[in-house]
């Protein structure tokens, strides 16, 4: 073969390789994201980020048998969709150490069952609650669908029933030492509201009134929280101060 043509056939090879590489960069960063809240025992915030709704496999493990003894998965790997909220959990423990092991059980008709993730174990009356865009479910998480852009919750309740979600709602920005006013809300297996009284925000001086309201007065960035006795913190809302963020 002329040296010529060898030269153009390595050519062509090395193009469409690299149009490979681009077209695969482009498919993953094309991928759509929802936001995933994973709260774990004692209320511990596991994760809280936008993840990538990809389909995943995940190994059922033999250890995830919270739903009594022999209920424990086969070891089997399991295929999730993406667009299902065990699948969003599954996608983002690839990425978020604090979301591994994960501990599912195949033993059930019914679909995959959720025992564990990461140190966090449902044990005796705990177990993996459910919610999308702040409404419980009433099916399995691996058929629970999720849209992009959806907000997906799945935290340790201690028993049922199930503990409220709190929001927390107040401004993006602020003023160093000025005080703001934030509000907590509440929000029940439907995903009806209420104003929460009595919960602890970030930088707050006293706890929420009867209406869900507090004043906060921050010296630096932050990102704030709710809590409330019971009940499953609200997701960090970040305060900027001057123009700067927290990270």
């Known amino acids: 073969m002329p040296r010529s043509t060898r030269f153009r056939l390595a050519a062509v090879c090395a193009l469409a390789l690299s149009l490979t590489f681009a077209f695969a960069a482009m498919a993953v960063a094309k991928s759509p994201l929802a936001e995933l809240r994973v709260v774990g025992s004692g209320g511990k915030v596991l994760a809280e980020k936008p993840v990538a709704m990809k389909d995943t496999a995940v190994k059922?493990?033999?250890?995830?048998?919270c739903f009594g003894p022999g209920t424990g998965g086969s070891g089997d790997p399991a295929q999730l969709k993406g667009t299902t909220a065990m699948g969003l959990l599954a996608s983002g423990s690839k990425t978020i150490p604090a979301l591994r092991p994960l501990l599912i059980s195949d033993s059930f008709d019914f679909g995959l069952a959720l025992c564990g993730v990461g140190s966090s174990v449902a044990k005796g009356k705990a177990s993996?609650?459910?919610?999308?865009?702040?409404?419980?479910?009433?099916?399995?998480?691996?058929?629970?669908?999720v849209k992009p852009g959806d907000e997906v919750l799945w935290t340790l309740a201690p028993s049922y029933p199930y503990p409220d979600e709190l929001v927390l709602s107040g401004p993006n920005s602020a003023q160093a030492g000025m005080p703001f006013t934030v509000r907590v809300w509440a929000y029940d297996e439907k995903g009806r509201k209420k104003p929460q009284a009595g919960a602890k925000v970030t930088g707050a001086a006293a706890?929420?009134?009867?209406?869900?309201?507090?004043?906060?007065?921050?010296?630096?960035?932050?990102?704030?929280?709710?809590?409330?006795?019971g009940e499953i913190p609200s997701a960090r809302e970040p305060v900027c101060l001057g123009g700067k963020c927290p990270k």
């Open 207 to 229: 706890p929420t009134d009867a209406q869900g309201r507090t004043t906060v007065t921050l010296g630096k960035p932050a990102k704030l929280i709710a809590r409330a006795a």
């Open 60 to 65: 059922t493990s033999p250890k995830a048998t």
């Open 128 to 145: 993996w609650y459910l919610k999308i865009n702040h409404k419980s479910l009433s099916v399995g998480g691996d058929s629970a669908k």
